[in-house]
């Protein structure tokens, strides 16, 4: 994705109707950070610049994972952005993840949409190996090159 200051972008929703639950490399609230939102107090938000500055207006390659969608759940996701980990800001995990059952790519709800470029997109039923995340930057850094710049 290639996201500007403070832009809202969502990769990714859930419901048909509320903001949550979804995916935001730049969330609509507490600093455009990115956020995994299962539900009301079932999420984590990620520093949007540490290490890996997300809103420069550069193309980053990011790889959001959650392996479940319980507040256990929750305390394991990650990002990680360019082959970094990046840093937790806060987590709240005292609810479950809520109903998913919509999904809407570039959308969260009928509220929020992706104002950032994506170039290339997957989405995977279980938690891929870092491993496996990088081979899938590798890959979509051949495929995009030429037209997207990865770092």
């Known amino acids: 994705m290639k996201l500007s200051v403070d832009v809202v972008s969502p990769v990714l ?3 048909s109707s509320a903001q949550f639950p979804g995916v935001f490399p730049a969330a609509p609230f507490n600093a455009r950070r990115p956020l995994i939102w299962l539900a009301s107090n079932c999420f984590r938000y990620f520093e949007k610049d540490n290490p ?3 809103q420069d207006n550069d193309w980053h390659f ?3 994972t959650c392996p479940g ?3 256990a759940n929750i305390v394991n996701s990650a990002l990680r952005i360019d082959g970094q980990d990046q840093v937790v800001n806060s987590t709240t995990s005292t609810q479950d993840g809520g109903t998913k059952d919509a999904c809407r790519i570039g959308a969260a ?3 929020y949409f992706a104002e950032g470029e994506t170039a290339f997109f997957a989405l995977h039923d279980r938690v891929l190996s870092i491993g496996e995340q990088d081979a899938m930057r590798d890959f979509a850094k051949k495929e995009l090159a030429g037209r997207v710049a990865l770092p």
Do not use: C, I, P
């Open 13 to 15: 929703g859930w419901h």
């Open 52 to 54: 890996v500055d997300t």
């Open 62 to 64: 990011f790889s959001f």
């Open 69 to 71: 969608n319980t507040a």
């Open 109 to 111: 709800g009928t509220v």
